[in-house]
């Protein structure tokens, strides 16, 4: 039976952190807010449970998760490779609904799915998903939503969702502030690319970057499996775990992580 706390109660926040952080670490599944849609994470670097998570949502390997972290330095140690501008936009649009594309730290012990060396992270706005991230360190996230559903922008959509089986926790932040999905950006390339357009627009990114590719347009679709497996996220998903609806191109909710893709 889940256990949820309403986390506008403070002795109720700080206890239902308490209990998330200690499901995650047990391998276990929790739906926390975001500041996109709500996110469905579990522990990154167990295969088991990032299995459950998947198997949770009716989603296969070939989509697996974005991460979500509680620092920069928690993200660039995920990171094997930032390019020419990683920084720059970490810097700039985290904590938000920014998620990054990047080559995944070959040595790290985890399988998020068939991620083709990349991993994709955020760090989302969120202060209940970043308290939690900061006790449990990067989680796989992915939109709380079985796949195909419209991702949940609060714990009663969640909840009437995934159940109270596979969940252990649910942390009520009330609604989400935005139902936009995160802006994923593919920073494997020379010049940074719009996997899907989000929150943050392409002029924005411009106006760090320089030159960005935007987003695919019609006429230029790739199939929908090869722009699931860049983005990491499901093309009717959102974010984080940005999960989120992916127009043309690679959520949260996701894909080789080329390009969850979940915060989400």
């Known amino acids: 039976m889940s256990r949820i706390y309403d986390c506008a109660d403070e002795t109720a926040r700080k206890d239902g952190?308490?209990?998330?952080?200690?499901?995650?670490?047990?391998?276990?599944l929790v739906v926390l807010p975001t500041d996109t849609v709500y996110g469905i994470g579990t522990d990154a670097f167990s295969p088991k449970a990032v299995a459950r998570l998947l198997e949770t949502k009716g989603r296969?390997?070939?989509?697996?998760?974005?991460?979500?972290?509680?620092?920069?330095?928690?993200?660039?140690?995920?990171?094997?490779?930032?390019?020419?501008?990683?920084?720059?936009?970490?810097?700039?649009?985290?904590?938000?609904?920014?998620?990054?594309?990047?080559?995944?730290?070959?040595?790290?012990?985890?399988?998020?799915?068939?991620?083709k060396g990349t991993v994709a992270?955020?760090?989302?706005?969120?202060?209940?998903?970043?308290?939690?991230?900061?006790?449990?360190?990067?989680?796989?996230?992915?939109?709380?939503?079985?796949?195909?559903?419209?991702?949940?922008?609060?714990?009663?959509?969640?909840?009437?969702?995934?159940?109270?089986?596979?969940?252990?926790?649910?942390?009520?932040?009330?609604?989400?502030?935005s139902p936009v999905a995160s802006t994923i950006v593919d920073l494997t390339y020379a010049v940074p690319r719009v996997l899907r357009s989000g929150a943050i627009s392409i002029d924005r990114l411009r106006a760090v970057c320089g030159t960005v590719i935007g987003e695919l347009r019609k006429g230029t679709v790739k199939p929908k499996q090869e722009r699931e497996q860049e983005s990491g996220e499901p093309e009717e998903a959102g974010e984080g775990a940005g999960e989120q609806t992916r127009p043309t191109s690679a959520t949260e909710e996701e894909t080789s992580q080329s390009s969850d893709r979940s915060e989400n």
């Not at 969120?126 to 796989?140: F, H, N, S």
Request: aromatic residues 4%; charged residues 25%; proline residues 8%.
């Open 121 to 177: 992270v955020r760090m989302p706005m969120d202060p209940v998903a970043l308290e939690l991230l900061k006790e449990t360190g990067p989680m796989a996230v992915s939109s709380a939503n079985k796949s195909g559903r419209p991702a949940a922008v609060n714990a009663g959509e969640a909840i009437e969702q995934l159940g109270d089986e596979d969940v252990a926790v649910y942390l009520d932040g009330g609604q989400s502030e």
């Open 17 to 28: 952190i308490a209990d998330a952080a200690s499901a995650v670490r047990r391998g276990e």
């Open 60 to 115: 296969g390997r070939d989509m697996p998760p974005p991460v979500l972290v509680g620092s920069i330095r928690a993200a660039t140690a995920l990171i094997d490779d930032l390019g020419n501008h990683g920084r720059d936009l970490m810097e700039e649009f985290w904590p938000g609904p920014l998620t990054l594309v990047c080559t995944a730290t070959p040595s790290l012990s985890w399988d998020l799915g068939d991620t």
